[in-house]
């Protein structure tokens, strides 16, 4: 009875932490792609990132518009103090409006130079997403393992349960010495160990990713996951061309070259003084007229030396970033296809091999156990390797899928 008791107190406790980790019982399935579309339709951060895109298409429309008229008013002689003084006819009073006219297309380079950077901010954006898409799979992938692992950790101690009981039967019958019960008991803190470490491994993994997809339910959801561990049919070469293709960040480099080239050519305009004409009416003690105004300042001094500098400097510093960027795009290719093959090559020996044998043996000590032909330690043993292994397998399909997850971030895109 006592060992009945203490059996359920820890079964309690575990229930415990399986509420604790998941905040409630699960009850949602949510899948890969589920995840992501709730990224892009949720994530506030994203949101964001979204009206970066608005602001620089308030900037295009800004650069657009022309500068606005002046309108002119004033008055002066009017005699004050002078009874018979006339209002019109006794003072001073001038009408006039004025327009300054941009000349050498410096509207038109400023438009261009904001549509420009309306294509980066757009450009931005997407790379905004591919790091955001990453980072969720990444998310969704440690959770479902750290979701897996607890699943073994629980299956592995309901396996310990049934042959501590079968052991206790057979001491009280007397086949069987006190002296192994002991260490059997023992070994149930390995079990309950490893299970609260998976759970709290599934719960931080899980708030990262309810984190990104502003998950709303109040329990966790239940992962659905097929890892893809297939070799890949494209070769290092063919990623790294199509990634220097459809990069986002790539893409947004360009534009800030155009829009820094576009830049050199508005200061370059704005050495070319405006225009300014006007015109109005002018009244003199009775006398009526009208008159023309023509405003050029002289480019004597001035000539927008100074910025045109800054710009050209400027337009070179964006051409070395896309240098460097072509040359970061090669390099994140090669060293995460690398790390992906590596990953897949360990993931399929392991497969092969250690977890195949840890289970087969595990399976087989357990039957020679109920036989009578195995003893306890070997049976623990056993059972110890075979839950080592499978953690460390699913350690190994976390790392692969990470690698995949890193190698589509550096191309660009899904890898099929």
Same mark, same amino acid.
């Given at each position: 009875m006592a060992f009945l008791r203490r059996k359920s107190i820890w079964l309690l406790f575990l229930q415990i932490i399986a509420l604790a980790g998941s905040q409630g019982l699960a009850q949602t399935e949510l899948d890969m792609e589920r995840a992501l579309e709730m990224y892009i339709d949720r994530n506030p951060n994203l949101q964001a990132a979204r009206e970066q895109i608005e602001m620089?298409?308030?900037?295009?429309? %800004?650069?657009?518009? $022309?500068?606005?008229?002046?309108?002119?008013?004033?008055?002066?002689?009017?005699?004050?103090?002078?009874?018979?003084?006339?209002?019109?006819?006794?003072?001073?009073?001038?009408?006039?409006?004025?327009q300054e006219l941009e000349l050498g297309g410096k509207r038109g380079h400023r438009k261009r130079v904001a549509d420009f950077d309306v294509q980066a901010t757009e450009s931005e954006l997407q790379d905004f997403i591919?790091?955001?898409?990453?980072?969720?799979?990444?998310? =969704?992938?440690?959770?479902?393992?750290? %979701?897996?692992?607890?699943?073994?950790?629980?299956?592995q101690l309901n396996s310990y349960y049934q042959i501590q009981d079968i052991h206790r039967q057979r001491v009280?019958?007397?086949?069987?010495?006190? $002296?192994a019960q002991l260490r059997i008991d023992l070994e149930e803190?390995?079990?309950?160990?490893?299970?609260?470490?998976?759970?709290?491994? %599934?719960?931080?993994?899980?708030?990262?990713?309810?984190? $990104?997809?502003?998950?709303?339910?109040?329990?966790?959801?239940? !992962?659905?996951?097929?890892?893809? /561990?297939a070799e890949l049919d494209r070769s290092q070469e063919e990623l790294q061309g199509i990634a220097l293709e459809s990069r986002p960040d790539l893409e947004r480099e360009m534009a800030r070259v155009a829009q820094?080239?576009?830049?050199?050519? !508005?200061?370059?305009?704005?050495?070319?003084?405006? !225009?300014?004409?006007?015109?109005?009416?002018?009244?003199? =003690?009775? /006398?009526?007229? =009208?008159?023309?105004?023509?405003? !050029?300042p002289v480019p004597l001094f001035n000539r927008n030396q100074g910025n045109i500098r800054a710009a050209l400097a400027g337009a070179r510093r964006s051409e070395n970033l896309l240098s460097w960027k072509r040359v970061q795009?090669?390099?994140?290719?090669?060293?995460?296809?690398?790390?992906?093959?590596?990953?897949?090559?360990? $993931?399929?020996?392991?497969?092969?091999?250690?977890l195949q044998s840890a289970v087969r043996v595990a399976e087989l000590t357990q039957q020679s156990y109920l036989e009578g032909e195995a003893s306890l330690l070997e049976y623990l043993d056993a059972l110890r390797v075979k839950l080592d292994a499978s953690l460390g397998f699913h350690d190994l399909l976390f790392q692969l899928e990470r690698a995949r997850i890193e190698l589509e971030k550096a191309v660009g895109g899904e890898l099929q």
């Open positions: 620089a298409r308030g900037r295009l429309n %800004q650069a657009g518009l $022309l500068p606005n008229p002046t309108f002119n008013f004033s008055q002066e002689g009017y005699p004050v103090g002078q009874s018979n003084a006339s209002y019109f006819n006794d003072s001073t009073l001038n009408l006039w409006a004025t591919r790091l955001g898409k990453a980072a969720v799979k990444e998310a =969704f992938v440690r959770t479902y393992v750290a %979701q897996e692992k607890l699943r073994l950790a629980q299956e009280e019958a007397g086949d069987a010495a006190g $002296l803190v390995r079990y309950i160990s490893a299970l609260n470490e998976m759970g709290t491994d %599934q719960a931080a993994a899980w708030s990262e990713l309810a984190a $990104l997809i502003s998950w709303e339910e109040p329990s966790m959801a239940t !992962l659905q996951l097929t890892i893809d /561990t820094a080239e576009e830049f050199v050519d !508005l200061q370059e305009s704005r050495a070319i003084p405006n !225009l300014t004409v006007g015109g109005g009416y002018n009244r003199d =003690f009775g /006398t009526h007229s =009208f008159y023309l105004a023509l405003q !050029l795009i090669r390099s994140e290719v090669e060293r995460t296809f690398k790390t992906y093959r590596l990953q897949q090559a360990n $993931l399929q020996r392991l497969e092969q091999t250690v």
